[in-house]
């Protein structure tokens, strides 16, 4: 039977089959082989008992991505949630979130919840601004279910990793995506509980047919990302179309004299707001000696 490791505990791994939980092991000749099942595996597993949805799982099928922290497998994309008020935006946050997942070259989905409470101009300002940065860009609030389908498309049948800071309505968002989805769990729904509120684990949700949320410890929380003063610039989809028209090649789009992302800038063309981030960050990289 074929299914994917939603959670792995202790040695125990929770694989889905579309309908049902079951608890497995591994057998020994992964460990053998130096391989280890990660949360987001396709696995093949022997079921063992029926009732108490048990197994082993036999085989580990090929890998389309991994991902070292966390570790995970077969992730597609990621969705970045931020709220547009309570708590207020912070920008350069947001834009440290979309440059992490490139660097795991994972396309990026942006979802800013709490539209409800936000002003058409505020929206307008956002959506120019983030508009051209190569990722889509949803408006949605979960307290008035605004906009939770039209996500939900852009997630069905993938593994998505979701991000973002605390108090933007995340787990208000995955449960009310699961709503719609009942799963038969079965008697081992107690045992994946095991744990829970005292170590977090990578764990895949189900919230349609073949398509999973991952929460995970290791996207809660950003860590500073590793550029020197070249590679910023990579990262921010709104310069490319100026790539090759500034007078120096190695243009940083900071000081240098006929810069085109400048000009742009000035026109109206590139967002100041996402101008303003990357200055912002290249002075981080100055400060860290890389610059």
């Known amino acids: 039977m074929q299914g994917k490791i939603i959670r792995g505990i202790a040695g125990f791994y929770y694989v889905h089959n579309g309908s ?14 130096g391989i280890k099942p990660l949360v987001g595996d396709d696995v093949i597993m022997d079921v063992l008992d029926e009732t108490t949805c048990e197994g082993n799982i036999i085989k580990i099928l090929p890998r389309r991505s ?16 931020f709220a547009i008020a309570r708590p207020e935006p912070n920008f350069n946050l947001l ?28 929206k307008e300002y956002i959506r120019k601004s983030y508009e051209d940065c190569g990722c889509k860009v949803h408006f ?20 998505t990793t979701l991000a ?30 095991r744990g829970r509120h005292t170590t977090r684990h990578s764990e895949l949700i189900a919230i349609d047919e073949d398509t999973y949320i991952l929460d ?28 090759g028209e500034c007078r120096f090649l190695d243009c940083l789009h900071i000081n240098e004299p006929d810069c085109r992302v400048k000009e742009a800038v000035d ?21 860290n000696g890389k610059y």
């Not at 973002?164 to 995340?170: A, F, Y």
């Open 164 to 193: 973002g800071p605390s108090g933007v309505g995340k787990s208000s968002l995955i449960n009310e995506l699961k709503q719609q989805i009942i799963m038969e769990t079965g008697s081992v729904s107690e045992k994946i509980e």
């Open 216 to 243: 995970t410890p290791g996207f809660s929380s950003l860590r500073l990302f590793d550029l020197d003063k070249s590679d910023l610039k990579e990262y921010y989809g709104e310069f490319r179309e100026y790539e």
């Open 95 to 122: 834009d440290r979130f979309l440059i992490m997942m490139q660097q795991k070259n994972l396309p990026c989905i942006i979802a800013f919840n709490k539209q409800d409470i936000a002003g058409d101009d505020e």
């Open 267 to 287: 026109k109206g063309k590139i967002s100041g707001l996402r101008y303003g981030n990357y200055l912002k960050l290249m002075e981080e990289i100055k400060e």
């Open 20 to 33: 049902r939980i079951y608890e497995c092991k591994a057998k020994g000749i992964f460990r053998k082989d």
């Open 140 to 159: 949605i609030s979960v307290a008035a279910g605004e906009g939770i389908e039209e996500l939900r498309s852009e997630l069905l049948h993938k593994t």
């Open 66 to 81: 991994e991902i070292i922290r966390p570790a995970v497998a077969n992730v597609d994309q990621a969705l970045i949630v």
